[in-house]
């Protein structure tokens, strides 16, 4: 067993004993572990709740870095207007110049930890980091570890976790829902299912830190090779009174594997900053006919140059071309995607990569202020989760992995600064199940999770119409009433939990998407194909 395996079983693995935590943290990506750390390093302790195993979730597969001005040619202020572009118009300035300020710093507190990023093969001393540069960069700014950051990152801040006491690791444990004091209007804590035994338990907490990730697992097709993330946060903070922004802001990544024997698999954006080229079937490159910047345009105009030439062409996708760099250049830079090309029959230093957009990013989440704080007190949302007005309408690259980390610094200062104010742990009711039964229909769950994401795929993805969103709206509701008919009569599992949590955010996603009648960023819609002159954030209250 290795000191990984050891460390898991000696912090419990579905520990039914647990009924108090200091500070609980719900996710286990690169915001939550980050601030499971930075708390224990300042000597509190916290409980982190994860769904499946330690190290794992959308940062494990985080391909291309970390932005952050690190060069000595490159600005915050670029850093900053390069996000604002990008994100259409609808960027929070303010959390832009905040997000921005604290990049370079964030980097360096992983290298002091021990993440093993790239350094410049042609810098003598060693010490510089190689910089790479993806869409929508107007400078190299992009810290990475070969072309699998995200998993340097995670199994680093997962070591670190491991190691320290300070730090209860709670694996195999979803959350079912927060439970408030509404009078008080603050988080008491949460009810928790240990997945493998099928028990709930209540958790007290001082604090909460809601780090679940986004919702992409609400469409059919996704970048996430285990799965993607189904909102759970984001639908438990809406159910317990959190108002949610901007959810009408699906990212869909430009360049997704197409391989009928591959699952998910990205091809990073770090390749067309390299220098890959999107070609047709003929071989001729189209970007630079929908935006100056071409390849390097943000993924909003890219997803959409895609989507526009499968539709015109018939085709079921398009090509990405990095052949000219050479194999040794390709093998020292992007050895994950080339491994799994290879795997596939495909050797991308001899032919182009087949790619299609897919589900990504989910640019709107919980709404909170530069602090990472929630409308309820006690509760704070880090990382995908979050709407921060950092990405606005459209995430910029890289700048995903950095918001993480940024926000799981304010999150944990925060706690710091108000720690002895924090209220104590209290008894709170416990989870009843006497009125429910087992199920002998779960066919039910596997059958509404397949329609929700076929329908929003088809009528939520990257072009929009009036008549799709209300198509989407109504079966969004008939789904509605019947999963909270089977909630209610049903034990309830991880499955059901998911899809629970999916409903809900697919109804905001619509919701938000009709209310907004311009096109900005990722939502286009050839009903309103103007873009308004005052960018106005789309904010649903409970």
Excluded at 239 to 265: I, K
């Amino acid at each position: 067993m290795n000191r990984r395996e050891t460390a898991r079983v000696h912090h419990s693995v579905g520990d039914t004993s647990l009924e108090t935590a200091e500070i609980l943290i719900i996710g286990s990506g690169a915001a939550g572990l980050s601030c499971a750390v930075r708390l224990a390093e300042a000597g509190h302790a916290c409980t982190v709740v994860c769904k499946t195993q330690l190290a794992s979730g959308s940062s494990l597969w985080a391909q291309g870095g970390i932005s952050a001005v690190l060069g000595p040619d490159d600005t915050q202020e670029a850093h900053v207007q390069d996000t604002l572009i990008a994100g259409a118009g609808l960027c929070d300035e303010a959390a832009v110049r905040y997000t921005v300020e604290h990049g370079a710093e964030v980097v360096h507190w992983l290298l002091d930890r021990g993440v093993a990023f790239t350094h410049d093969e042609n810098d003598p001393s060693g010490t510089r980091l190689h910089l790479t540069r993806e869409g929508g960069h107007s400078h190299r700014r992009v810290a990475h570890a070969a072309d699998a950051t995200g998993r340097a990152v995670e199994t680093t801040l997962a070591d670190l976790a491991i190691a320290n006491p300070l730090i209860h690791v709670c694996e195999h444990t979803m959350a079912v829902d927060l439970i408030v004091d509404k009078a008080a209007q603050r988080v008491l804590g949460a009810y928790l299912l240990d997945v493998k035994t099928g028990t709930i338990r209540t958790v007290t907490a001082r604090a909460i830190v809601l780090a679940t990730g986004g919702a992409n697992q609400a469409y059919l097709y996704l970048s996430n090779p285990d799965g993607g993330s189904s909102g759970d946060g984001i639908a438990m903070a809406w159910r317990a009174g959190c108002r949610v922004s901007n959810m009408e802001f699906m990212q869909f990544h430009p360049t997704g594997l197409y391989h009928p024997g591959s699952g998910s698999f990205l091809i990073s954006e770090a390749l067309r900053g390299e220098g890959a080229k999107l070609t047709l079937p003929d071989g001729s490159r189209f970007m630079d006919r929908f935006d100056p910047r071409a390849e390097l345009a943000p993924r909003d105009i890219v997803a959409r140059a895609i989507d526009h030439e499968m539709k015109r062409l018939g085709i079921r996708h398009v090509w990405l071309d990095i052949r000219h760099r050479g194999p040794e250049f390709i093998h020292a830079h992007f050895p994950s995607i080339q491994a799994h090309c290879l795997e596939l029959g495909i050797d991308i230093t001899q032919q182009p990569i087949p790619v299609v957009p897919i589900a990504h990013f989910t640019c709107g989440g919980v709404t909170t202020d530069l602090d990472a704080r929630t409308d309820l007190a006690g509760l704070y949302a880090i990382g995908e989760v979050a709407c921060t007005g950092l990405h606005g309408a459209n995430r910029m690259a890289s700048n995903s992995l950095l918001e993480c980390l940024v926000f799981a610094r304010a999150a944990t200062n925060d706690l710091l600064a108000h720690w002895d104010a924090l209220p104590t742990t209290r008894t709170l009711p416990e989870w009843d199940a006497s009125r429910v039964s087992d199920s002998d229909e779960d066919v039910v769950i596997s059958h509404n999770w397949l329609e929700l994401r076929t329908f929003m795929w088809d009528y939520v993805g990257i072009v929009r119409t009036t008549k799709r969103l209300l198509r989407a709206q109504h079966r969004v509701h008939l789904l509605q009433r019947e999963i909270a008919e089977f909630y209610r009569n049903h034990h309830v599992t991880a499955d059901l939990l998911e899809l629970r949590n999916l409903v809900t955010v697919a109804d905001l996603i619509v919701r938000s998407a009709l209310g907004r009648h311009e096109s900005r960023g990722l939502h286009y819609t050839l009903d309103y194909l103007q873009t308004d002159a005052v960018a106005t954030p789309t904010v649903l209250t409970p």
